[in-house]
């Protein structure tokens, strides 16, 4: 089965084409495209994503970013073709509000044969819902024009998908997953524990009662005048301070921040105390030095995984779990791959641990692409006039 994936939630527009075979035992990708672009430099000046900003570069870079992935996957014919009036029609009128996105799909339907596949898949939720209508009609026009079923993919579930495939850019495997699957899923809108006992069937175990985690890491590296997006900053400040401290045993940090919420008894977090603890030391201390600031991203991260890593192996004991999959783009963090990977090893013997390669940590196409599958064998199509963007869309409650 031939997938076209599309994702276009929050600051990365991107588009993948994979050749999907097998089941949920083993289920083998062919990847043949795989284009992306980031609008972090764009962004970045405002110190975050900006819903209106990120909604007008998805309509700009949608059909360039098709154009490339059809292109790598030598899937892209050039040949002029006939458009009935209705399909034009329809067409114009599902892209009317996507400035620019209208002419440039009409221009590309018509130059461009229909490639081979076999299904759309794109992001209907959860996201930024500006951002998330862009791909959706994009998508409900290609369908349209190329007469392809549409399969709607909840973004977490791609996430979790991309931790429990193995491979490298070119082929992915997902095998011999042993269930239940605890999935801890922490990005810059989300931190929750979610349960998969089955297959694509979830129960919520634990999630954040304010911020998510990564939005902690963009906050308090704005407040350390560091960057955006913040996680990856913060990150490689603290590493460099550990790195040094290795070989300065008489290293300790000057600042102490809190675990919140780590010895009550539920797999909740909250992550918006230790932000006002991050503001609290700015206060106190007024301006930080460069060593300073490493000192507390450092803190900061070790506040953070510690609190992740205590309810997660809560949740694993609560559980009978035999996989534990780390989702988001904060699973790009080296600390807490260390971590989780050491006492995975060291306390749960039983529990194999799922972490995405790092390329399929942060908002990709491929994982869309992924998750597709699973729901594309269960015949989970959508029909175009029931799709819409939800940008709160739950995968379990
Ligand atoms: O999954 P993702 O790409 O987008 C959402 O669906 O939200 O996650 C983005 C978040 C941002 O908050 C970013 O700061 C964080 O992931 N992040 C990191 C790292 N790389 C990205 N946080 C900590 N350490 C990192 N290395
Ligand atoms: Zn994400």
Not at 35 to 46: C, P, T, V
Not at 256 to 272: I, N, V
């Amino acid at each position: 089965m031939r997938i076209l994936a599309i994702e276009t939630s929050c600051d990365e527009t991107a588009i993948a084409i994979v050749d999907a075979e097998g089941d949920e035992n083993e289920a083998r990708f062919r990847v043949l495209g795989n284009a992306l672009l980031s609008q972090i430099d764009i962004h970045k000046e405002y110190g975050g994503v900006f819903p209106a900003l990120a909604k007008r570069e998805h309509a700009k870079n949608l059909v360039p970013i098709l154009i490339a992935a059809l292109e790598e996957a030598e899937l892209l014919q050039e040949d002029t073709q006939e458009m009935p009036t209705e399909t034009h029609d329809a067409v114009a009128k599902l892209l009317e509000r996507e400035p620019g996105l209208d002419e440039a799909t009409l221009e590309f339907l018509k130059e461009t044969e229909p490639p081979e596949i076999d299904s759309i898949a794109v992001t209907a939720g959860p996201g930024l819902e500006p951002a998330l209508w862009v791909g959706i009609n994009f998508a409900k026009a290609l369908a349209l024009a190329w007469r392809k079923p549409i399969i709607a993919v909840n973004h977490m579930e791609g996430h979790i998908m991309a931790a429990l495939a193995h491979g490298d850019e070119r082929e992915l495997v997902i095998a011999q997953t042993k269930l239940p699957v605890v999935a801890l899923l922490v990005s810059g809108g989300h931190t929750e524990l979610v349960l998969m006992r089955d297959w694509l069937s979830y129960e919520l175990i634990g999630r954040t009662r304010d911020d998510a985690v990564g939005e902690a890491f963009d906050k308090v590296a704005r407040m350390l005048e560091l960057p955006y997006p913040g996680g990856p900053e913060i990150s490689r400040r603290a590493e460099a301070l550990r790195a040094s401290a290795a070989n300065n045993t008489a290293h300790t940090t000057p600042f102490k921040l809190p675990r919140p919420m780590l010895h009550e008894d539920s797999c909740d977090f909250s992550f918006a105390g230790l932000k006002t603890a991050v503001r609290n030391v700015l206060i106190a201390h007024g301006d930080l030095s460069e060593d300073d600031k490493g000192a507390l991203a450092q803190e900061f991260e070790n506040a953070v995984t510690d609190v992740l890593w205590k309810k997660t192996a809560r949740a694993l004991e609560q559980t009978d779990a035999r996989t534990l999959a780390i989702g988001g783009g904060v699973s790009a963090n080296t600390h807490l791959r260390r971590v989780f990977s050491e006492r995975i090893a060291a306390r749960h013997d039983q529990v194999t641990l799922a972490i995405p390669a790092r390329a399929l940590t942060t908002d990709n196409a491929l994982m869309i692409a992924l998750a597709a599958f699973y729901r594309a064998r269960r015949n989970h199509t959508t029909e175009v006039a029931a799709l819409f963007a939800n940008g709160n869309l739950a995968l379990a409650s």
